[in-house]
Antibody
């Protein structure tokens, strides 16, 4: 079965760079049509897509955050890494990774809460 | 960027009743529309994709309809476990997808 799990720091300081890792099982990111995406959800608000990467290394970024985001994959390790630079308190949110079949997210990780505070 | 809106913001329903949730896109997304359910402390769960196809394991009381800019999620007979927040999300518009603000379905 498909599972995903996010890992990374729970607390970062303003201006620091956040690095999150999505470790997954039950699928391969070398399979045609498969992707992994990152979504965040500030407390009490709707989810927001950040970035996604497909099996062929096609990468997409939120236009409003593109300058701060980098998404990469390590197919051999079954991992996807998201980095976000210049963190700010408004970036406090639960960060999820999700499996994409084509263009929709059908399996999600449990999420990890990241707080940005000095 | 395509903007998604949902109505109502909150829907109060009694168990066993029918619930109808609406989602509108600022421009056509074809049938590239999904519905998600989220309960407190949990990740969103995919209910519907392709505007009307139920995801694996989703009960038949959940149904989706619509295309273009107007979409509906119907829960035919609300069960206690269905009280949650529901989000629509378009996945038609590159480079990124967008969620609606959500509809809270709570107990009347």
């Amino acid at each position: 079965q498909i599972t995903l799990k996010e890992s990374g720091p729970t607390l970062v300081k303003p201006t620091q760079t956040l690095t999150l890792t999505c470790s997954f099982s039950g699928f391969s990111l070398s399979t045609s049509g498969v992707g992994v995406g990152w979504i965040r959800q500030p407390p009490g608000k709707a989810p927001e897509w950040l970035a996604l990467i497909y099996w062929d290394d096609d990468k997409r970024y939120s236009p409003s955050l593109k300058s701060r985001l980098t998404i990469t994959k390590d197919t051999s390790k079954n991992q996807v890494v998201l980095t976000m630079t210049n963190m700010d308190p408004v970036d406090t949110a639960t960060y999820y990774c999700a499996h994409l079949t084509g263009s929709f997210a059908d399996y999600w990780g449990q999420g990890t809460l990241v707080t940005v505070s000095s | 960027e395509i903007v998604m809106t949902q109505s109502p913001a909150t829907l109060s329903v009694s168990p066993g009743e029918r619930a109808t949730l609406s989602c509108r896109a600022s421009q056509s997304v074809g049938s590239h529309l999904g519905w998600y359910q989220q309960k407190p402390g949990q990740a969103p769960r995919l209910l519907i994709f392709g505007a009307s196809a139920r995801a694996t394991g989703i009960p038949a009381r959940f149904s989706g309809s619509g295309s273009g800019t107007e979409f509906t999620l119907t829960i035919s007979s609300l069960q206690s476990e269905d009280f949650a927040v529901y989000y629509c999300q378009q996945y038609n518009d590159w480079p990124i997808f967008t969620f609606g603000p959500g509809t809270i379905v709570d107990i009347k």
